[in-house]
């Protein structure tokens, strides 16, 4: 049975945003699992509490690279605080869905980008419940089929 993919989706699949890395990053976040393929690293460049610039470099299927490029798009030109709310559902939904068997993909770009904020902190040694919020909760979970 094929999947199907919303058209947006499909247009950050074929259409990726801000692909590519930023060499003088001030953060940077990785997270995935080898074992299913799906690898997402962020590098975020931050002025004055502002994500001035993010970008992405993804390894992996179609739904993770929609999923990492709508995610650089809803953080940029954020502050800190905001960018850390950021949730996988959040996502999902900006994106107009997910097969189910994809959802994973929209938590790692959540991970992925709160790595890179984590990251940040401490950097800078910032306190991280106080910089990020008391809410601030990064899981260094990864599940999916492949992977099971």
């Not at 975020?44 to 509490?49: A, Q, R, S, W």
């Not at 790692?108 to 800078?124: G, R, S």
């Amino acid at each position: 049975m094929a999947m199907e993919y919303s058209e947006e989706v499909m247009d950050h699949f074929m259409n990726p945003r801000n692909v590519g890395e930023i060499e003088d990053a001030d953060a940077i976040g990785e997270v995935g699992n080898a074992k299913c393929g799906d690898i997402m690293r962020m590098y975020l460049k931050i002025e004055n509490g502002i994500i001035k610039d993010v970008k992405f470099k993804t390894f992996g299927c179609g739904s993770a690279i929609a999923t990492s490029s709508k995610a650089t798009e809803m953080i940029k030109g954020k502050n800190i605080k905001d960018a850390a709310r950021l949730t996988n559902q959040a996502v999902v939904e900006s994106l107009n869905g997910l097969p189910k068997v994809k959802i994973h993909c929209s938590v790692l770009a959540e991970q992925a980008v709160k790595a890179a904020l984590l990251d940040y902190c401490k950097k800078n040694n910032l306190d991280v419940k106080k910089t990020l919020g008391e809410d601030f909760n990064i899981k260094n979970e990864h599940e999916c089929e492949s992977c099971e």
